[in-house]
């Protein structure tokens, strides 16, 4: 599994204002501890800020580089601060995100071509969510077969089908999961995600949920995750679940989880 750190987002309190404040020491340290817990990605999101996004984006960038070793995910609807992100990114960063609508695709595919970063690509057109797998598939086949075209490897396109809130959609679960699988079946050299707090926004107990939601899609062909890290339970539900479908014969990586102190977050 591809863990993809999400603790550094505008949305959370502690982080805008650390962010407005230039509280560097903050910003590194939550980086850091993301990456310590196993987070091949951090995803930096600074879209709270607003018309000061891409300038944050300039100097928060490099600033969390000096001490990571894991590149970042740019995660802005803001072409201008995805630009900005992406000049002051160090190598290859992963673009947070691509949808099928065609203003989206004007904008950013000079970005993509220009700066060949890995990119998240939503199943999310015009027409907005789509209602079954068939319609998220042809969303995803489309995209893939554009970003191939300029020049990006399958390897660093990552398909996201979409989960929508159960609380909301009481079908979300199913329908991703099924999108999930056929997007897999009929392009196994992409990678597909899923940002796993979506499913159970607004939901009870939602720690519990997406540990339940996380394993289930697993066994349906995801490979990467937006998640929290920290998050301890969650990463041994990760480790049991490729222990359980033998992608780690030696179940090293799973007792080695279950070995950890629990990292206690507030549900």
């Given amino acids: 599994?591809?863990?993809?750190?999400?603790?550094?987002?505008?949305?959370?309190?502690?982080?805008?204002?650390?962010?407005?404040?230039?509280?560097?020491?903050?910003?590194?340290?939550?980086?850091?501890?993301?990456?310590?817990?196993?987070?091949?990605?951090?995803?930096?999101?600074?879209?709270?800020?607003?018309?000061?996004?891409?300038?944050?984006?300039?100097?928060i960038i490099p600033l969390?580089?000096?001490?990571?070793?894991?590149?970042?995910?740019?995660?802005t609807p803001n072409p201008k601060a995805m630009e900005e992100g992406l000049k002051a990114h160090r190598g290859k960063a992963l673009l947070n995100s691509l949808s099928g609508e065609k203003e989206k695709i004007k904008s950013l595919l000079p970005l993509i071509k220009e700066h060949k970063p890995s990119v998240i690509v939503l199943c999310l057109d015009e027409k907005g969510l789509p209602r079954s797998p068939e319609y998220a598939l042809s969303i995803a086949n489309r995209l893939v077969d554009l970003?191939?075209?300029?020049?990006?490897?399958?390897?660093?396109?990552?398909?996201?089908?979409?989960?929508?809130?159960?609380?909301?959609?009481?079908?979300?679960?199913?329908?991703?999961?099924e999108s999930l699988r056929r997007i897999k079946e009929k392009m196994p050299d992409v990678k597909t995600i899923?940002?796993?707090?979506?499913?159970?926004?607004?939901?009870?107990?939602?720690?519990l949920v997406n540990r339940i939601f996380l394993s289930i899609a697993f066994l349906n062909g995801l490979d990467a995750a937006i998640?929290?890290?920290?998050?301890?339970?969650?990463?041994?539900?990760?480790?049991?679940?490729e222990a359980l479908l033998d992608q780690e014969p030696s179940l090293q990586d799973y007792g080695r989880e279950t070995r950890k102190k629990t990292i206690k977050i507030k549900e």
């Avoid at 969390?64 to 995660?75: C, G, T």
């Fill in 64 to 75: 969390l580089q000096e001490k990571l070793s894991v590149p970042l995910a740019i995660d």
């Fill in 147 to 177: 970003l191939v075209k300029e020049g990006l490897d399958t390897d660093d396109i990552f398909i996201d089908p979409l989960a929508h809130p159960v609380s909301i959609e009481p079908d979300a679960a199913p329908l991703f999961l």
């Fill in 227 to 241: 998640l929290d890290p920290l998050d301890a339970k969650l990463l041994r539900a990760i480790s049991a679940a």
């Fill in 194 to 207: 899923a940002g796993l707090s979506n499913i159970s926004f607004g939901f009870p107990q939602r720690r």
């Fill in 1 to 59: 599994m591809i863990i993809i750190g999400e603790r550094l987002n505008s949305s959370r309190k502690p982080v805008l204002q650390a962010m407005e404040n230039k509280d560097e020491n903050y910003l590194q340290k939550e980086a850091l501890k993301q990456e310590q817990a196993g987070a091949s990605f951090i995803d930096v999101n600074a879209a709270a800020l607003l018309d000061k996004e891409p300038e944050a984006l300039e100097w």
